[in-house]
């Protein structure tokens, strides 16, 4: 399974981005797509995820400012960074999770910057 992640770059506080993530390869349902990020010097921490059937959940950071979604048929998951505040910076890693193991993207770079 390969994922590819794109969508990042610079943006100045209260601006919206939207991070891309397409799998490719064997992936298997049911699956989970989640999308992390690490900051510099930080663990690298859960921000969203997504089920096959389209259950999320979010971190309390980005609740109300932040939506994930996904395309099955695309294999692509979705990140809608709204009200995007310095504090946001990191790089963003996309995952797939399903029964026969748990892959990573590359990485995209988001800094919000004025």
């Known amino acids: 399974v390969q994922l590819q992640a794109s969508g990042g770059g610079l943006v100045q506080p209260g601006g919206s981005l939207r991070l891309s993530c397409a799998a490719s390869g064997s992936i298997f349902s049911p699956n989970i797509m989640s999308w992390y990020r690490q900051a510099p010097g930080k663990q690298r921490d859960l921000v969203a995820s997504?089920?096959?059937?389209?259950?999320?959940d979010y971190a309390d950071s980005v609740k109300g400012r932040f939506t994930i979604s996904r395309d099955n048929a695309k294999n692509t998951v979705y990140l809608q960074m709204n009200s995007l505040k310095p504090e946001d910076t990191a790089v963003y890693y996309c995952?797939?999770?399903?029964?026969?193991?748990?892959?990573w993207g590359q990485g995209t770079l988001v800094t919000v910057s004025s």
């Open positions: 995952k797939l999770s399903h029964a026969r193991g748990s892959y």
């Open positions: 997504i089920t096959s059937s389209s259950n999320t």
